[in-house]
């Protein structure tokens, strides 16, 4: 037998690089671990950013209707009636999310804005430690499928966890979109304490456990646990429960039912139908009477139609990772989610039901979190670089995009031109009239300060926000309309408040003059406060 000699060249080179050589395999672990550990501070450092939001709790959107159904419940847990107007009724407010946090207020005595950020720091680490394990189960199942994906572990799952927050978080368009149930950023700074945030949270556990359970042999007690979530999910925030159906419809199919084993059939039933029962069960208010609710909301969803491009057009993106997937893959989870969640949102648009717009999360998340596998996922070390290099930069952009909501944590002043332009100052509250409107007592305020009047337990003649439960919502919208109309008579004044047991008037224009009327303080932005003689 013959011994040949190692000849130089490229391979027997390759082989024998050391590992500090430009080009050789130990550069390339420290370029990786070096991007792997950029991904992880930029993540850590947004989620310092909305830890730090919670303490000043920016107030803006619904906030005001959340604190006053927290008001109701925490004087009167068993039956708390209608959470902004004088009346007996039920509303879709009144969540296990909210009882528990109502109970949570009762028993301490903690105030209610205190028991928000207590609820925002939960929402936000059910969020995140939801994404973390959905991500975590989709790389699972790709690579047991050997779909091209390779297992992670480590600092690599880390990372991949990381980069699937940023791009939730900042892969959105050129022009925040602040909405509740829209995890970008600046608006989760507003939204943490929303019920949506916790509920999407609840959402990606939901995705995650279920994603498990169809692998395998899983008990009924889980499915039923699987279906008793859905519920609380769709109960805590009914359009993002409509998201997690999405996408829990889509990870069933992901699993080809034809190859589901037999036994999984009647347990996913039986946790479906567990958790019917418990929509149906729910006391405080009458979750399949909401089927009718969607005529009253159109006009407002009307927005999540227009400038898509400006405040959507990153997540393009996320559309060709998926494409890459489903070529790939022609079950993949993500594919079919963003699949089913176009569906939704196109009918919407093309119905007039514009209130399906709120699935909009349901074709954004998707992309999303492609965009972010697909940089870990591709198989090949080139495609995997140019994966980082366009997502990195998409993700600056939009970061950018997002900067004004460093201002809710920063001093205005302190904030270069360039993020101040960004900013969004938040509304003020009505804590002014604290010293003479007491809890319970009726204010007769038009629709911008009724939005924020309850939260400090008064009530308002007409409510901030529709109210499908208020029978007579329309009427006490034109009551309040005439109220302040200038050429109305004080006598058909004096009759609106005997009619609504009016104790206090907040006028914002300064042109209200009645001399039933005494002014008692005056607060910001030129309010005047009155009190009825």
Known sequence: ?????????????????????????????????????????????????????????????????????????????????????????????????????????????????????????????????????????????????????????????????????????????????????????HSLALTASYPSTLTLGLAFHLWARLTAALRSRTGWGTWAGLGALWAVILLCHQFTGVVATVGALATVLSARPARLPRAVWPRLGAGLLLGVLVLWAWPYYDFFALMGAGAGLESVHRELYRDLPARFGLVLLGVAALAVRWRRDRWDPLALFFALGALVFAAGRLSGHYAWGRALPAVLIPAQLAAALETFGAARRTLRAGWAVVLTGALAVGAWAQAGAVGYVVPREALPPAVEARYREPWTGYHWMSPWVKYGDVVMAETEPARRIPAYGPYTVAPGYPDFFLPDEKRRAAATEQYFAPRTPERVRRGIERAYGVRWVVDTTGTLHDTGLRAVARGPEGQTLYAVR
């Open 1 to 185: 037998m013959t011994v040949r000699p190692v000849r130089s060249g490229r391979s027997a080179g390759a082989r024998s690089a050391p590992p500090g050589r430009a080009g050789g395999p130990g550069a390339a672990l420290r370029s990786a671990g070096i991007a792997r550990a950029a991904v992880q501070i930029a993540a850590g450092s947004a989620l310092v950013l909305l830890l730090a939001v919670i303490v000043p709790l920016p107030w803006a959107g619904d906030l005001g209707m959340h604190a006053a159904t927290l008001q109701r419940l925490r004087h009167d847990l068993a039956d708390p009636g209608n959470p902004l107007v004088d009346a007996n009724t039920q509303s879709p407010y009144y969540s296990p999310w909210t009882v528990l946090l109502g109970g949570l207020a009762r028993l301490t005595g903690l105030p209610v804005f205190t028991v928000l950020r207590l609820a925002a720091l939960a929402g936000l680490a059910l969020l995140v430690t939801g994404v973390r394990r959905y991500a975590r189960a989709l790389t699972e199942r790709e690579a047991a499928r050997g779909s091209g994906a390779r297992a992670a572990h480590g600092a690599g799952q880390r990372a991949v966890f990381a980069l699937a927050l940023l791009s939730l978080l900042f892969l959105w368009g050129t022009t925040p979109f602040l909405w509740s149930g829209f995890p970008g950023l």
